[in-house]
Protein backbone atom coordinates (compact mmCIF):
# COMPACT_ATOMS: atom_id res chain seq x y z
CA UNK A 1 0.00 0.00 0.00
CA UNK A 2 1.68 3.19 -0.88
CA UNK A 3 0.38 6.52 1.20
CA UNK A 4 0.05 10.40 0.42
CA UNK A 5 -1.01 12.91 3.04
CA UNK A 6 -2.01 16.03 2.08
CA UNK A 7 -4.50 19.30 3.46
CA UNK A 8 -1.48 20.35 6.19
CA UNK A 9 -0.93 24.30 5.93
CA UNK A 10 -0.43 27.52 8.11
CA UNK A 11 -3.28 28.60 10.63
CA UNK A 12 -3.73 30.31 13.47
CA UNK A 13 -4.39 28.94 17.13
CA UNK A 14 -7.79 27.74 17.58
CA UNK A 15 -8.75 27.31 14.06
CA UNK A 16 -8.90 24.02 12.22
CA UNK A 17 -7.79 21.40 9.43
CA UNK A 18 -8.59 18.46 7.76
CA UNK A 19 -5.80 16.19 6.39
CA UNK A 20 -6.56 13.53 4.05
CA UNK A 21 -4.38 9.86 3.51
CA UNK A 22 -5.27 8.54 0.07
CA UNK A 23 -4.18 5.00 -0.54
CA UNK A 24 -2.98 3.01 -3.19
CA UNK A 25 -3.39 -0.80 -3.20
CA UNK A 26 -6.79 -3.23 -3.12
CA UNK A 27 -5.79 -4.19 0.60
CA UNK A 28 -6.53 -0.87 2.74
CA UNK A 29 -9.63 -1.81 4.08
CA UNK A 30 -8.26 -4.72 5.17
CA UNK A 31 -5.58 -2.49 7.78
CA UNK A 32 -6.02 -0.53 10.90
CA UNK A 33 -4.69 2.78 10.55
CA UNK A 34 -3.27 5.61 12.05
CA UNK A 35 -1.75 9.11 11.86
CA UNK A 36 1.44 9.98 13.67
CA UNK A 37 3.35 13.11 14.02
CA UNK A 38 6.64 14.33 13.76
CA UNK A 39 7.79 17.85 15.27
CA UNK A 40 11.35 19.28 14.86
CA UNK A 41 13.62 18.00 17.03
CA UNK A 42 11.63 15.28 18.38
CA UNK A 43 10.45 11.60 17.59
CA UNK A 44 7.46 10.50 15.92
CA UNK A 45 4.59 10.61 17.82
CA UNK A 46 1.12 8.64 17.73
CA UNK A 47 -1.94 10.82 17.32
CA UNK A 48 -4.84 8.63 15.95
CA UNK A 49 -5.48 5.18 14.85
CA UNK A 50 -8.94 3.63 13.44
CA UNK A 51 -10.00 0.02 13.11
CA UNK A 52 -10.54 -1.65 9.16
CA UNK A 53 -13.83 -1.19 9.86
CA UNK A 54 -13.60 2.01 11.11
CA UNK A 55 -15.90 1.20 14.32
CA UNK A 56 -13.28 1.97 16.75
CA UNK A 57 -10.84 4.78 17.59
CA UNK A 58 -7.99 5.51 19.58
CA UNK A 59 -6.78 9.17 20.24
CA UNK A 60 -3.69 10.11 21.52
CA UNK A 61 -4.69 12.42 25.02
CA UNK A 62 -2.63 15.17 23.71
CA UNK A 63 -5.09 15.17 21.15
CA UNK A 64 -8.27 13.83 22.69
CA UNK A 65 -11.84 15.85 22.31
CA UNK A 66 -10.14 18.10 19.21
CA UNK A 67 -9.38 15.77 16.56
CA UNK A 68 -10.99 13.27 14.79
CA UNK A 69 -10.18 10.39 12.79
CA UNK A 70 -12.19 8.73 10.23
CA UNK A 71 -12.06 6.48 7.20
CA UNK A 72 -13.18 5.92 4.06
CA UNK A 73 -12.50 2.07 2.12
CA UNK A 74 -14.21 3.28 -0.72
CA UNK A 75 -12.38 5.49 -1.26
CA UNK A 76 -9.00 4.49 0.06
CA UNK A 77 -8.69 7.35 2.03
CA UNK A 78 -8.70 8.32 5.76
CA UNK A 79 -9.05 11.64 7.14
CA UNK A 80 -7.75 13.56 10.36
CA UNK A 81 -10.15 16.60 11.21
CA UNK A 82 -7.87 18.47 13.63
CA UNK A 83 -9.79 21.07 15.36
CA UNK A 84 -8.74 23.84 18.04
CA UNK A 85 -5.25 23.56 17.30
CA UNK A 86 -2.26 24.53 19.35
CA UNK A 87 1.02 25.86 18.20
CA UNK A 88 2.24 22.59 19.81
CA UNK A 89 0.49 20.67 17.20
CA UNK A 90 2.89 22.06 14.79
CA UNK A 91 4.27 19.08 12.75
CA UNK A 92 4.75 16.99 9.99
CA UNK A 93 1.99 14.37 10.14
CA UNK A 94 2.28 10.75 8.42
CA UNK A 95 -0.46 8.16 7.92
CA UNK A 96 0.47 4.78 8.07
CA UNK A 97 -0.61 1.16 8.80
CA UNK A 98 -0.73 0.56 12.31
CA UNK A 99 -0.73 -2.26 14.85
CA UNK A 100 -3.34 -1.55 16.99
CA UNK A 101 -1.85 -4.01 19.91
CA UNK A 102 1.72 -1.32 19.84
CA UNK A 103 -0.12 1.80 18.57
CA UNK A 104 3.35 1.37 16.09
CA UNK A 105 3.14 2.14 12.27
CA UNK A 106 4.41 -0.22 9.59
CA UNK A 107 5.02 -0.31 5.79
CA UNK A 108 5.00 2.89 3.51
CA UNK A 109 4.74 5.97 5.38
CA UNK A 110 4.42 8.34 2.62
CA UNK A 111 5.90 12.07 2.66
CA UNK A 112 3.77 13.22 5.19
CA UNK A 113 1.78 17.01 5.14
CA UNK A 114 3.26 19.77 6.98
CA UNK A 115 0.68 21.42 9.58
CA UNK A 116 1.77 24.54 11.38
CA UNK A 117 -0.09 26.66 13.79
CA UNK A 118 0.51 30.21 14.73
CA UNK A 119 -0.03 31.77 18.31
Known amino acids: VQLQASGGGLVQAGGSLRLSCAAS????????MGWFRQAPGKEREFVAAISWSGGSTYYADSVKGRFTISRDNAKNTVYLQMNSLKPEDTAVYYCAAIDIATMTGFGSWGQGTQVTVSS
Open 25 to 32: GRTFSSYA
